[in-house]
Each structure stands twice: as structure tokens, then as C-alpha cells.
Nanobody, 125 residues
Framework: QVQLVESGGGLVQAGGSLRLSCAASGRTTGRTFSSYATAWFRQAPGKEREFVATITWSGDSTYYADSVKGRFTISRDNAKNTVYLQMNSLQPEDTAVYYC??????????????WGQGTQVTVSS
């Protein structure tokens, strides 16, 4: 079983930056965290969970939601079993609980098998 733990959330003013981390531990039969694509999703109060960004297991390909493109950067360090989300130019509409997930390279949440518990990001205006 792969366990994911997010950290780095908090309260920031509009225009500010945060870096989220997703630390992984454990493994499934024949696979470790570094063999999974990893994504960030977010869910704001009263809204459905939405895709933010994803990265392949090797880190050679990434994909972003239009709403964060140019402001957020996803990266990974497989030696540390950690995936990051650098968030710049944050806006109040970025306020949400942010989740990391490991699975297949996709923008669809159902393609991801393992999920963290989430970390709150609040952007004040």
C-alpha cells in the first residue's frame, strides 16, 4: 500500500506563494511510488474536486489545468519519494483543500489509486 502525506498548506495573501509537498511511503507488489504518475487535485467548499496538475513517473512530462498554467509548477524528486507543487501568484479562487494522488497519468481522478488526506490552502484578498 502506498501512503501519501501532503504538507505546506496555509494562509497567504493574494499574489503570494506556497510550495506544497507530497511525501510517499510504502509500496504495492512490484511497484514503488516512483513508478506512479502523481497529480494534485483541489476541492473548494461546495464544489467538486478538480484537477490541478500531473507529472509522469519520470518527471519528463507534465500537464496543468488552464486555471493554474503559468502560475503553478509540479515537480518530483524520486530519490526523496516526494512530489511538489510550487504555487505562485495565488488568488482567492485558489482557496481549497489540495490533495495529491498516485496512479496513471491522467486528468481524471478515477485513474488515481492512492490519495493523501489533503492540505488546506487559503488565499486572502
Amino acid at each position: 500500500q502506498v501512503q501519501l502525506v501532503e504538507s505546506g498548506g496555509g494562509l497567504v495573501q493574494a499574489g503570494g506563494s506556497l510550495r506544497l509537498s507530497c511525501a510517499a511511503s510504502g509500496r504495492t507488489t512490484g511497484r514503488t511510488f516512483s513508478s506512479y504518475a502523481t497529480a494534485w487535485f483541489r476541492q473548494a467548499p461546495g464544489k467538486e474536486r478538480e484537477f490541478v496538475a500531473t507529472i509522469t513517473w519520470s518527471g519528463d512530462s507534465t500537464y496543468y489545468a488552464d486555471s493554474v498554467k503559468g502560475r503553478f509548477t509540479i515537480s518530483r524528486d524520486n530519490a526523496k519519494n516526494t512530489v511538489y507543487l510550487q504555487m505562485n501568484s495565488l488568488q482567492p479562487e485558489d482557496t481549497a483543500v489540495y490533495y495529491c494522488a498516485a496512479g496513471a497519468y491522467s486528468i481524471t481522478s478515477t485513474r488515481y489509486d492512492y490519495w493523501g488526506q489533503g492540505t488546506q490552502v487559503t488565499v486572502s484578498s
